[in-house]
T-cell receptor, first 111, second 110 residues
Framework: DTEVTQTPKHLVMGMTNKKSLKCEQHMGHRAMYWYKQKAKKPPELMFVYSYEKLSINESVPSRFSPECPNSSLLNLHLHALQPEDSALYLC??????????FGSGTRLTVV | TQLLEQSPQFLSIQEGENLTVYCNSSSVFSSLQWYRQEPGEGPVLLVT?????EVKKLKRLTFQFGDARKDSSLHITAAQPGDTGLYLCAGVLNDYKLSFGAGTTVTVRA
């Protein structure tokens, strides 16, 4: 299995809702990432987990809460988001500092 | 401030023409990657270059890593409509942070 699987593919949520994005990989990669991508812009790093521990938080607002339950799973919990948080959220994994694999993303719309 | 400067931002060419995309930085990277992204999908890794001066070929795509590991280029020969997409360069410093260039939107007209 050489894929990163993200669910759901699309999500529409209200500003008072709580939802979660899920990411799964079975390549044995020890690092997992969350990126946010706005239209016509490059992906921007949000969080890095290394060996299931949060190693990098790029000053992301607390309404985004990452969780790494085990080495194959990565979640992003969302609460009280704003319309400007609407974007494509990408999960990625890597074994070392090369050869990152990205998922297809979750298209999030906050209404 | 973008760590990687990518140019041009947009490229529109006729099928059969050649094109080159550039990625430059003042930083030295342990590795540099090129991705292609379709609308609504995640980036797909095309190649990783690691050694200064390295040249890699992937069918009609040629990737070059500068001797000082600060810059890279992607050259496509005889472009086809299927090459249309957003091309992103990305570099890794000495941590796990993969930093992207702004991207080049390539359109190949039939």
């Amino acid at each position: 299995d050489t894929e990163v699987t993200q669910t759901p593919k699309h999500l529409v949520m209200g500003m008072t809702n709580k939802k979660s994005l899920k990411c799964e990989q079975h390549m044995g990669h020890r690092a997992m990432y969350w990126y946010k991508q706005k239209a016509k812009k490059p992906p921007e790093l949000m969080f890095v987990y290394s060996y299931e521990k949060l190693s990098i938080n790029e000053s992301v607002p607390s309404r985004f809460s990452p969780e790494c339950p085990n080495s194959s799973l990565l979640n992003l919990h969302l609460h009280a988001l704003q319309p400007e948080d609407s974007a494509l959220y990408l999960c990625a994994s890597s074994q070392d500092l090369k050869d990152y694999t990205f998922g297809s993303g979750t298209r999030l719309t906050v209404v | 401030t973008q760590l990687l400067e990518q140019s041009p931002q947009f490229l529109s060419i006729q099928e059969g023409e050649n094109l080159t995309v550039y990625c430059n930085s003042s930083s030295v990277f342990s590795s540099l990657q090129w991705y292609r992204q379709e609308p609504g999908e995640g980036p797909v890794l095309l190649v990783t270059v690691v050694t200064g001066g390295e040249v890699k070929k992937l069918k009609r795509l040629t990737f070059q890593f500068g001797d000082a590991r600060k810059d890279s280029s992607l050259h496509i020969t005889a472009a086809q409509p299927g090459d249309t997409g957003l091309y992103l360069c990305a570099g890794v410093l000495n941590d796990y942070k993969l930093s992207f260039g702004a991207g080049t939107t390539v359109t190949v007209r039939a």
